[in-house]
């Protein structure tokens, strides 16, 4: 096959080497392991006396109280003030709250507890604990020895498992888990939607070599003029690997569909490079190509399967491989509505994204955290494109420089795992967060890191619109630094009619793609009556025939919208007790699946506007 090298290896500056992830693995759907998804026993401890002795500190580790221990009476004078029995039950993954009543509205710690035995292991293999996430801080025991502690509820991290810890039979392996709010955490004490606990996603040991590829990146690189590439057949690929160990090593990367072979030097673990590539079928949502990517370090392969396309701004416009896109998008949260549950499985991405491709959008807007990976694998192979974002939502304590760490480090743990998507092009740094110097500061920072993190994707946040007599302006100081300039717009559902929408103007100071990230009106589904009564169908599908005809008056620099919201959603601030019953209704489904008026007037838009950009 014809590739020409044109550069290899380099040592890989970290930029963030203050809070770099370095320890996550990426891509563990594709390398030996050993599910520990099932039922794990808890107990509940709303006052941590698993974890704080009588005087409030920390127990010992050997303390035979303290949680983490395994508590089966040897004697029968033993006092023993806590267990674990199959009677206290919990499935794994799943959030606690809609697995039993006494879960319902519980914030606090929660002990989950299970046993396995030690998988074969090969000479020099070794095995790490990976848990795609649990709301919000987890404190990990195995046998009585604490591995490590994680905050951030959103995404992944993993731990070893030293060899002389694991037992042949019975590890005791324990993980308190808290989803108390703070005020100085991520998100913080206010969100508009429920605080799901638990170990929410997929649990794992994955089974390595002693050194393996940790990390790596492997996407069209960013530099070269794709017009030119598409027509000379000929594309520059580039990225980075990183190993979980210093050490000079060799690692090829083969494409074989294509007859690609590369061999890339690693020095001190990491290595950068770029090469050339023929033939390369350009992933998009009309045609979402993946391809079988191998990655082998000595007699390891790990494979992947990876799309290329190259997302930019070009003036006013977005263009995907060089062509002007328009995103006819649609907002969603992580949760299976019908069940009252976290989403958390390939059958709970297909069922969200049928939805969205019934609706004829080609984007969604993952709200306001990432999702787990099923959403964004299915999202590559479905071609819907993707906004991810962290949860910097609201009022975030903006002047706490340990809070912009916190927010760093779930910013950099979506950015490693998932810079392999193809399908995502916007990473969003936050939603709504209000103006101050100390906040523009913090904004702008995250900003920063995300596109140092990556030059490959789009970087936004979803800002306000600053509404005044009849005009829209939009001039968040943070416009300035985004790729994009995202608005959520509420005209009509907060603070006036939606036929207000008709005559209000739009005045933006960017001259940037403009993107509308959020737009919506609550309403009850079934509950019919005239376009004016609130919460009745009628008034949702006004709002949004108002909007979308007033889209179409916006500057030349509109480029799409993600209303919200796909279905409507749990949340404990919304409490009139006839329409919303701790529900968020501004979903184009129902709670069970309903589609609502409103729901055929995006769709026919969404059609409409397909066609214009055929
Ligand atoms: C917003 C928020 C979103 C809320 C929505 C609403 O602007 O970004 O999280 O749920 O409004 O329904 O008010």
Same mark, same amino acid.
């Given at each position: 096959?014809?590739?020409?090298?044109?550069?290899?290896? *380099? !040592?890989?500056?970290?930029?963030?080497?203050?809070?770099?992830?370095?320890? !996550?693995?990426? =891509?563990? @759907?594709?390398?030996?392991?050993?599910?520990?998804?099932?039922?794990?026993?808890?107990?509940?401890?709303?006052?941590?006396?698993?974890?704080?002795?009588?005087?409030?500190?920390?127990?010992?580790?050997?303390?035979?109280?303290?949680?983490?221990?395994?508590?089966?009476?040897?004697?029968?004078?033993?006092?023993?003030?806590?267990?674990?029995?199959?009677?206290?039950?919990?499935?794994?993954?799943?959030?606690?709250?809609?697995?039993?009543? %006494? /879960?319902?509205?519980?914030?606090?710690?929660?002990?989950?507890?299970?046993?396995?035995?030690?998988?074969?292991?090969?000479?020099?293999?070794?095995?790490?604990?990976?848990?795609?996430?649990?709301?919000?801080?987890?404190?990990?025991?195995?046998? *009585?020895?604490?591995?490590?502690?994680?905050?951030?509820?959103?995404?992944?991290? =993993?731990?070893?498992?030293?060899?002389?810890?694991?037992?042949?039979?019975?590890?005791?392996?324990?993980?308190?888990?808290?989803?108390?709010?703070?005020?100085?955490?991520?998100?913080?004490?206010?969100?508009?939607? $429920?605080?799901?606990?638990?170990?929410?996603?997929?649990?794992? !040991?994955?089974?390595?070599?002693?050194?393996?590829?940790? @990390?790596?990146?492997?996407?069209?690189?960013?530099?070269?003029?794709?017009?030119?590439?598409?027509?000379?057949?000929?594309?520059?690929?580039?990225?980075?690997?990183? !190993?979980?160990?210093?050490?000079?090593?060799?690692?090829?990367?083969?494409?074989?569909?294509?007859?690609?072979?590369?061999?890339?030097?690693?020095?001190?673990?990491?290595?950068?490079?770029?090469?050339?590539?023929?033939?390369?079928?350009? $992933?998009?949502?009309?045609?979402?190509?993946?391809?079988?990517?191998?990655?082998?370090?000595?007699?390891?392969?790990?494979?992947?399967?990876?799309?290329?396309?190259?997302?930019?701004?070009?003036?006013?416009?977005?263009?995907?491989? *060089?062509?002007?896109?328009?995103?006819?998008?649609?907002?969603? #949260?992580?949760?299976?509505?019908?069940?009252?549950?976290?989403?958390?499985?390939?059958?709970?991405?297909?069922?969200? /994204?049928?939805?969205?491709?019934?609706?004829?959008?080609?984007?969604?807007?993952?709200?306001?955290?990432? #999702?787990?990976?099923?959403?964004?694998?299915?999202?590559?192979?479905?071609?819907?494109?993707?906004?991810?974002?962290?949860?910097?939502?609201?009022?975030?304590?903006?002047?706490?420089?340990?809070?912009?760490?916190?927010? @760093?480090?779930?910013?950099?743990?979506?950015?490693?795992?998932? @810079?392999?998507?193809?399908?995502?092009?916007?990473?969003?740094?936050? =939603?709504?967060?209000?103006?101050?110097?100390?906040?523009?500061?913090?904004?702008?920072?995250?900003?920063?890191?995300?596109?140092?993190?990556?030059?490959?994707?789009?970087?936004?946040?979803?800002?306000?619109?600053?509404?005044?007599?009849?005009?829209?302006?939009?001039?968040?100081?943070?416009?300035?630094?985004?790729?994009? &300039?995202? &608005?959520?717009?509420?005209?009509?559902?907060?603070?006036?009619?939606?036929?207000?929408?008709?005559?209000?103007?739009?005045?933006?100071?960017?001259?940037?793609?403009?993107?509308?990230?959020?737009?919506?009106? *609550?309403?009850?589904?079934?509950?019919?009556?005239?376009?004016?009564?609130?919460?009745?169908?009628?008034?949702?599908?006004?709002?949004?025939?108002?909007?979308?005809?007033?889209?179409?008056?916006?500057?030349?620099?509109?480029?799409?919208?993600?209303? $919200?919201?796909? %279905?409507?959603?749990?949340?404990?601030?919304?409490?009139?007790?006839?329409?919303?019953?701790? $529900?968020?209704?501004?979903?184009?489904?129902? =709670?069970?699946?309903?589609?609502?008026?409103?729901?055929?007037?995006?769709?026919?838009?969404?059609?409409?506007?397909?066609?214009?950009?055929?």
């Amino acid at each position: 096959m014809m590739f020409r090298k044109l550069f290899t290896v *380099g !040592l890989l500056l970290i930029a963030f080497s203050g809070f770099a992830q370095e320890d !996550l693995i990426i =891509n563990t @759907q594709n390398r030996e392991q050993i599910s520990l998804n099932g039922t794990w026993h808890y107990i509940i401890d709303p006052y941590e006396t698993g974890f704080y002795n009588y005087r409030y500190k920390e127990k010992g580790e050997k303390d035979a109280e303290a949680y983490w221990n395994n508590p089966n009476p040897h004697q029968k004078t033993d006092r023993k003030e806590h267990g674990y029995s199959d009677k206290y039950s919990i499935e794994v993954p799943g959030d606690w709250n809609s697995q039993d009543d %006494v /879960f319902k509205y519980y914030e606090g710690t929660v002990w989950y507890q299970r046993e396995f035995d030690k998988p074969e292991l090969a000479k020099n293999e070794h095995v790490f604990l990976y848990f795609g996430a649990v709301n919000y801080e987890a404190h990990i025991y195995l046998n *009585g020895k604490k591995l490590g502690m994680h905050k951030g509820g959103f995404t992944p991290f =993993n731990f070893e498992m030293p060899s002389d810890l694991l037992q042949e039979k019975g590890n005791f392996l324990v993980v308190k888990v808290d989803n108390k709010r703070h005020k100085d955490e991520i998100p913080t004490l206010n969100t508009d939607w $429920w605080n799901y606990g638990g170990i929410t996603r997929d649990v794992k !040991l994955v089974i390595t070599q002693q050194n393996f590829i940790q @990390q790596y990146a492997l996407q069209l690189d960013q530099d070269q003029d794709i017009e030119k590439s598409i027509k000379r057949k000929k594309f520059k690929l580039s990225g980075h690997i990183k !190993l979980n160990v210093s050490s000079e090593e060799k690692v090829t990367i083969e494409i074989p569909e294509i007859g690609l072979k590369e061999k890339i030097d690693i020095s001190d673990s990491k290595a950068s490079f770029s090469f050339d590539a023929k033939k390369i079928e350009l $992933w998009s949502p009309e045609n979402p190509k993946l391809y079988e990517v191998e990655f082998t370090l000595g007699e390891t392969t790990l494979t992947d399967q990876i799309g290329f396309r190259k997302v930019e701004v070009s003036g006013k416009e977005v263009l995907l491989n *060089g062509k002007e896109i328009f995103m006819r998008g649609i907002s969603l #949260h992580e949760e299976v509505a019908p069940e009252i549950r976290r989403a958390n499985s390939m059958d709970d991405a297909n069922k969200l /994204f049928g939805w969205v491709k019934d609706l004829n959008a080609n984007m969604v807007r993952l709200a306001h955290y990432p #999702h787990n990976e099923y959403m964004t694998r299915a999202a590559d192979e479905l071609g819907i494109l993707v906004w991810s974002e962290i949860p910097v939502y609201w009022t975030i304590d903006f002047e706490n420089k340990k809070v912009l760490g916190k927010a @760093q480090k779930q910013l950099e743990e979506m950015i490693v795992r998932d @810079q392999n998507k193809a399908s995502i092009i916007i990473w969003s740094v936050g =939603n709504e967060t209000p103006l101050s110097d100390a906040r523009n500061d913090f904004m702008k920072q995250l900003v920063m890191d995300a596109k140092k993190m990556d030059s490959t994707r789009l970087i936004s946040a979803a800002l306000e619109v600053r509404y005044n007599r009849g005009t829209n302006f939009i001039d968040d100081p943070l416009g300035e630094y985004t790729d994009i &300039v995202s &608005v959520n717009e509420y005209l009509g559902w907060y603070g006036d009619l939606p036929g207000a929408k008709e005559n209000s103007k739009w005045e933006t100071k960017y001259n940037k793609p403009l993107f509308f990230s959020e737009t919506g009106a *609550g309403a009850k589904s079934g509950f019919h009556a005239d376009k004016e009564t609130r919460w009745s169908e009628e008034f949702q599908e006004w709002y949004y025939e108002e909007t979308l005809k007033m889209m179409e008056q916006m500057p030349d620099n509109f480029m799409g919208l993600s209303p $919200w919201i796909l %279905v409507d959603f749990r949340s404990p601030k919304r409490n009139n007790p006839k329409y919303q019953e701790g $529900w968020n209704r501004k979903g184009l489904i129902d =709670n069970e699946g309903n589609k609502k008026k409103a729901f055929f007037t995006l769709k026919k838009y969404y059609e409409e506007k397909e066609k214009e950009y055929q």
